[in-house]
């Protein structure tokens, strides 16, 4: 089955700066890659997601890029706030399979 | 916030005790999931139904117990429940279709087994 790993666990940035979360998965065949941010004590919500017939994927401050090849995405937070400090969340997918997510990395953005 | 709702929001609860957990989404999806979201741990999926049958048993222990009467809601049934089962318990819905849809978050369940 499919398998999430995420990198860092934790992350301290200095409001301003960027920040860059990254995503492997083991499962050659997903092909829906979301990710999720959860607040301190709020539902996990989603952000921003990609399917793998693109490659990359921008929504204002927040981007995300794929590598199929390598089997890895990642989340990039430009200009970040103190409002982006949260745990963020990315999951794989293979259409009829079911989200696996990754274990999470909490991002602190230090004013 | 409408979408998908729970309650309870928070739960004590002693081992022999007996509770249930609901869920109801009004977004007109048409599965659901109940997820388990523990200290330092990936979110973990426990069952999934899609119009309303039950399709994903993750290995859950049989203490819980899902009911889906409904696409609209989502139960969990607990009972002689172990300290350990402490956690978030998140539920979410989805529109299945023919492809990879977003999953839509209630604002989950605190449970605190005694």
């Known amino acids: 089955g499919e398998n999430v790993e995420q990198h860092p666990s934790t992350l301290s940035v200095q409001e301003g700066d960027s920040a860059v979360i990254k995503c492997t998965y083991s499962d050659s065949a997903s092909n829906y890659f979301p990710w999720y941010k959860q607040e301190l004590g709020k539902r996990p919500q989603l952000i921003i997601d990609i399917r793998s017939n693109v490659g990359e994927k921008k929504d204002q401050r927040i981007a995300v890029t794929l590598n199929k090849t390598a089997k890895h995405f990642s989340l990039h937070i430009t200009e970040t706030q103190p409002e982006d400090s949260a745990v963020y969340f990315c999951a794989a997918e293979n259409y009829g399979q079911n989200f696996v997510f990754g274990p999470g990395t909490r991002l602190s953005v230090l004013p | 916030e409408t979408g998908v709702t729970q309650t309870p929001r928070h739960l004590v609860m002693g081992m022999t005790n007996k509770k249930s957990l609901k869920c109801e989404q009004h977004?007109?999806?048409?599965?659901m999931y109940w997820y388990k979201q523990s200290a330092k741990k990936p979110l973990e999926l426990m069952f999934v139904y899609n119009f309303k049958e039950q399709t994903e048993n993750n290995s859950v222990p049989s203490r819980f117990s899902p009911e889906c009467p409904n696409s609209s809601h989502l139960f969990l049934h607990l009972h002689t429940l172990q300290p350990e089962d402490s956690a978030l318990y998140l539920c979410?819905?989805?529109?299945?279709?023919?492809?990879?849809?977003?999953?839509?978050f209630g604002p989950g369940t605190r449970l605190t087994v005694l």
């Open positions: 979410a819905s989805s529109q299945e279709e023919n492809s990879n849809n977003e999953q839509f």
């Open positions: 977004l007109g999806h048409n599965a």
